[in-house]
């Protein structure tokens, strides 16, 4: 042990300060408190930077330390996000075989549902945290995440700290599921292994998934395990997981479209059959999550359920970017919010340009099907999947923090780094949670997405790659 201190004083110095650093985020930090915040998020990641650069190759180490900072958390109540509370409540209804889609907390407080009244545990404190907007509205998360809210309120149905604890734990061992089968995929794309630390040692993961309880981890496990089977082409087992993924949150599916190159540059069959299979696969994608759907089936709840989904689209904005400009333009032009018109046109946008990715083909992507390079090509389908969601997010009304952990996931698998520095970013849309309520500010929104899209272009257009070989080589020692 002596022997180890004194060989890694250094490395053990950043985990110290890091250490200190989480827990001053975990235990002493209001959301309104933005300069400490940022200043925070800025010395972790910094940290975090030094932590990867010295200890290039030492898997268990790292794994280790992330796991650590995680466990900083553990029983304390998140500081920056109140969701954690709707979370609760859906769980303790479920875990009550009541269907958390049919009713509001709003219903239940105001004594306006019968068949709530005495059910949930400490249901004012649940209502007063999770606060009047989210709770009169109706539960949108899917079922497989409404089973793990279930699974808290099973162990600590009495107890909100309880819960809380429960829950962080099963996202936790998603991040672990996450470094494991990104570790393994990265190994079969020819990458080094150690990139997904570039995910999971990140702060903002760290704090915003573990810390703050949102399930976007997950998610991101099931899509990272079945892009591993996918890539072996299990696809059927890939399907489910990936439907399963759908069911914890619904992002996956905007995904389904981009598969159809990875299915038809199968060499070993015809075209026709392996058509077939897209279809079979998406069938399957499809067919899990509505099954995980049945058991809430309702007319009503397929009523409230479309209801809640459109508010996303057509009522709710925070932290847009693409959106802020129209909606700058409408009130010049028009004078009135269009966000109604936009939130219907905006998803129509998205779906046209994900089709553009399937079918576009530039000279390195027909290369590599002349080639026939399986990595290349999986490694292809991951750059549309990381482009696609990008997209979505730049023009859609609403782009929380959390929402970056997909592209931030994603990019560990290509070279594209523009998600790591939106995940720091995106931070600043924490500006606008002040002591008397919410307001953003919108030069400091316009500074996030000058950044992300400035660095996207460079590093798109402009870039060169053989700077980007240099300091991946800086960074981590290759490892073939």
């Not at 936790?172 to 997904?196: E, H, M, S, T, V």
């Not at 199968?266 to 994608?285: G, M, Q």
């Not at 998600?419 to 500074?447: D, H, Q, R």
Request: aromatic share 18%.
């Amino acid at each position: 042990m002596l022997n180890f201190i004194k060989n890694n004083k250094t490395p053990l110095l950043l985990v110290i300060l890091s250490v200190v650093f989480y827990a001053t985020f975990a235990y002493d930090l209001n959301r309104s408190d933005f300069i400490k915040l940022i200043s925070l998020f800025g010395a972790l990641f910094f940290l975090s930077f030094k932590i990867l650069q010295i200890n290039q190759g030492r898997f268990w180490f790292l794994a280790v330390v992330g796991v650590l900072f995680r466990l900083i958390f553990i029983g304390v109540i998140p500081n920056l996000s109140q969701d954690f509370y709707r979370f609760i409540w859906d769980g303790r209804l479920v875990f009550q075989e009541i269907n958390p889609y049919l009713f509001t907390p709003e219903s239940a407080i105001n004594n306006l549902s019968t068949a709530l009244k005495g059910t949930v545990n400490q249901a004012q404190e649940l209502y007063s945290g999770m606060g009047s907007l989210n709770g009169s509205h109706y539960s949108n998360y899917p079922p497989v995440n409404q089973l793990f809210f279930a699974i808290a309120a099973l162990f600590a149905g009495k107890s909100i700290l309880g819960s809380v604890i429960v829950m962080r734990i099963t996202i936790i061992l998603a991040d672990i599921g996450i470094l494991y089968f990104g570790r393994k995929l990265l190994i079969k794309l020819n990458q080094n292994p150690n990139k997904i630390f570039w995910y999971f040692l990140n702060p903002f993961i760290i704090t915003e998934l573990t810390g703050n309880l949102h399930f976007e981890g997950m998610m991101l496990f099931f899509i990272v395990w079945s892009l591993y089977l996918l890539f072996k082409k299990k696809w059927i087992l890939s399907g489910i997981i990936l439907g399963i993924s759908v069911s914890v949150k619904l992002i996956p599916l905007l995904f389904l479209p981009l598969f159809f190159q990875w299915f038809m540059s199968w060499k070993e069959v015809s075209k026709t059959s392996n058509f077939l299979k897209l279809i079979t696969f998406h069938l399957i994608i499809v067919g899990t999550a509505l099954l995980a759907f049945l058991p809430f089936y309702s007319s009503q709840f397929v009523s409230n359920y479309i209801e809640t989904i459109g508010l996303w689209f057509q009522n709710f904005e925070f932290n847009a970017s693409v959106y802020y400009v129209i909606r700058w333009i409408g009130l010049k032009v028009i004078g009135w919010n269009i966000i109604e018109i936009v939130g219907k046109i905006l998803p129509v946008i998205v779906v046209l340009f994900l089709l553009t990715l399937i079918f576009y083909k530039s000279s390195s992507t027909v290369q590599i099907f002349k080639e026939n390079n399986k990595s290349k090509m999986f490694r292809q389908l991951i750059i549309t999947m990381l482009f696609g969601i990008s997209f979505y997010y730049l023009l859609a009304t609403t782009v929380h923090p959390w929402y970056i952990a997909t592209p931030l996931l994603l990019s560990i698998f290509t070279n594209y780094k523009f998600p790591i520095v939106w995940s720091f970013m995106v931070l600043f849309s924490y500006s606008a949670y002040k002591i008397t309520g919410c307001s953003e500010n919108l030069w400091l929104v316009a500074l996030e997405y000058v950044v992300v899209i400035g660095y996207f272009i460079w590093e798109v257009f402009l870039h060169d790659s053989s700077f980007e070989n240099k300091v991946n080589k800086r960074l981590f020692k290759s490892q073939s």
